[in-house]
Structures are given as C-alpha cells and as structure tokens.
C-alpha cells in the first residue's frame, strides 16, 4: 500500500502561482512513477503531468505546457507541481497518483494504481 497526500491548493487570481506538494507513505521502497491529474465539475478526470522515477524525464498536457513544471524531491517519496500564469480554466480538484513498479513516465490515468484525496485549486478571474 501506498498512501498520497495532497497539499498547497487555494484560490488565487487569474495570473498567479501556486505549489502543490505530494507525500508518499508506506511502501515507498519500491519504484515507482507519479503524475498529477486533475478533475473539474461534471468533467472526466485528465492528465495534467507525469514524472519517471529518477525525476529526469516528465511529460505534461498541451493546455498547461510551458506555465506548469513537475518535481520530484531527493527522496524520491515527494512531488511537487508548479503552476505559473494559472488561469480560470485551470480550477479543478489536483489529484497526485502514483503507478508502482513503474520506472518511466506513466501517462494512461488507468495504469495508475494508487491515487492522493485531492485538493482544490480555485482560479478566479
């Protein structure tokens, strides 16, 4: 089991920045890729980003390419998700995930094995 937990969200005005943070807990010994997904009202649930393992290669979604930056700590158990220029269409509850076992970057938000509560980002304009 792995546990994730979500924090950093909030309201902010269109134009601004906010970080979110992922813990991992529990069988961290273990590899395993991450990736942020988010979800807004009445819409399926989307990729956002991925990271590898080692933290070295990443892949991001189109509508948030060059404003949003994926991380991974030293640690490797912690991930972080920069989000610059953030826009009203960016509000939407930011899911963290990881895919265990999983050494590259894991796009397919089905190949995900274990997911974070959520946290909301609310983007006004």
């Known amino acids: 089991q792995v546990q994730l937990v979500e924090s950093g969200g909030g309201l902010v005005q269109a134009g601004g920045s906010l970080r979110l943070s992922c813990a991992a807990s529990?069988?961290?010994?273990?590899?395993?890729?991450m990736g942020w997904f988010r979800q807004a009202p009445g819409k399926e649930r989307e990729f956002v980003t991925a990271v590898n393992w080692s933290g070295d290669s990443t892949v991001y979604a189109d509508s948030v390419k060059g404003r949003f930056t994926i991380s991974r700590g030293n640690a490797k158990n912690t991930m972080y998700l920069q989000m610059n220029s953030l826009k009203p269409e960016d509000t939407a509850v930011y899911y963290c995930?990881?895919?265990?076992?999983?050494?590259?970057?894991?796009?397919?938000?089905?190949?995900?094995?274990?997911w974070g509560q959520g946290t909301q980002v609310t983007v006004s304009s």
């Open positions: 995930a990881a895919a265990l076992g999983r050494r590259t970057v894991v796009a397919g938000r089905n190949e995900y094995d274990y």
């Open positions: 529990g069988r961290t010994f273990i590899s395993y890729a």
